[in-house]
């Protein structure tokens, strides 16, 4: 077997096991509803600057807990809600596979900022959306967060990521894929 075979073996069982467990353990829409405001608070009081980029946003997707898990195969997942306002207008899942020398288990939450009409049109129009593939998206760490304003955001989509939890090291290959679920 090629190490391409292995490697694209180990991503599908990742992608598999990962899905296979969050649908086991599938909350509710008023779970993901309640623990998206919590993770919306959460980050709002750690970061002025996702709050005022929420404040001018077209929409905010929450994934308030996504658990990741991996011994040289990994994978994650988690549920979220999409926010207009305060008012919930769909509900994804957000599915990764990776391979690499990693060994951990980890918890955290993050947000994905849509800023204009485009980046809400591309996440409804496709079927899953790629992380790194459509919109431009920046992650935004704690130090861009301090200099950043609704004036200077100039990108499509910004990514907010909080609240770790757990041990995950290494380094190694990961595809993440966004889809709409009904709750």
């Known amino acids: 077997m090629t190490l391409t075979k292995i490697v694209g073996f180990a991503l599908a069982t990742a992608l598999t096991l990962s899905h296979g467990i969050g ?3 599938a ?13 919306l ?61 990693q060994a951990g288990v980890q918890t955290f939450s993050y947000v994905l900022i849509l800023m204009n009409k485009s980046a809400l049109d591309y996440l409804d129009k496709s ?3 790629e992380v790194g593939v459509g919109p431009s998206l920046v992650v935004v760490d704690e130090g861009m967060a301090k200099t950043m304003t609704s004036t200077t955001a100039t990108h ?12 995950m090291g290494g ?8 889809t709409r679920i009904k709750k």
């Open 171 to 178: 380094v190694g290959l990961q595809g993440t894929k966004i």
């Open 41 to 101: 608070n959460t980050l709002y009081k750690r970061s002025p600057a996702a709050k005022a980029l929420a404040g001018s946003a077209e929409a905010v997707l929450v994934f308030p807990t996504i658990t990741k898990a991996g011994l040289m195969v990994g994978g994650q997942y988690g549920e979220g809600a999409l926010r207009k306002g305060d008012k919930t207008v769909g509900y994804y899942n957000s599915t990764a596979a990776s391979y690499g020398m």
């Open 23 to 25: 649908e086991a353990r």
């Open 156 to 167: 499509d989509v910004y990514a907010f990521i909080f609240g770790q939890k757990g041990l």
């Open 127 to 129: 079927q899953g959306w």
């Open 27 to 39: 909350a509710t829409a008023a779970e993901i509803d309640k623990s998206a405001t919590a993770a």
